[in-house]
Nanobody, 121 residues
């Protein structure tokens, strides 16, 4: 059973920085795409950034140039470095990993528990 543990959220002033991490445990399976999502109350969960197994990254327009996603395949961890934060970045951030489940011969999505990021003006 794959488990994801997120860390790094918190309260920061506008213009500040935060770093998030999401570590997978419980499996030696391969991990394909790793993603970070953000959700605010009353709205859908939106993708913020993604990184492929080869390291190709993709960002939502509002965070380009401010957020950096990276991964450590040995540690099975994905990171999100956030800088120049503004109040619109506030929300619960979730990691999502696409994992190969060898015993089932299938890929599955797994979600982290979410971590709150609050940016004060």
């Amino acid at each position: 059973q794959v488990q994801l543990v997120e860390s790094g959220g918190g309260l920061v002033q506008s213009g500040g920085s935060l770093n998030l991490s999401c570590a997978a445990s419980g499996s030696n399976s391969s991990i394909d795409v790793m993603r970070w999502y953000r959700q605010v109350p009353g709205k859908e969960r939106d993708m913020v950034a993604s990184i492929s197994s080869s390291g190709r990254t993709n960002y939502e327009d509002s965070v380009k140039g401010r957020f950096t996603i990276s991964r450590d395949n040995i540690k099975k961890t994905v990171y999100l470095e956030m800088s120049s934060l503004n109040p619109e970045d506030t929300g619960v951030y979730y990691c999502n990993l696409y994992v190969w489940i060898a015993g089932e011969l299938t890929w599955r999505h797994y979600w982290g528990q979410g971590t709150q990021v609050t940016v004060s003006s």
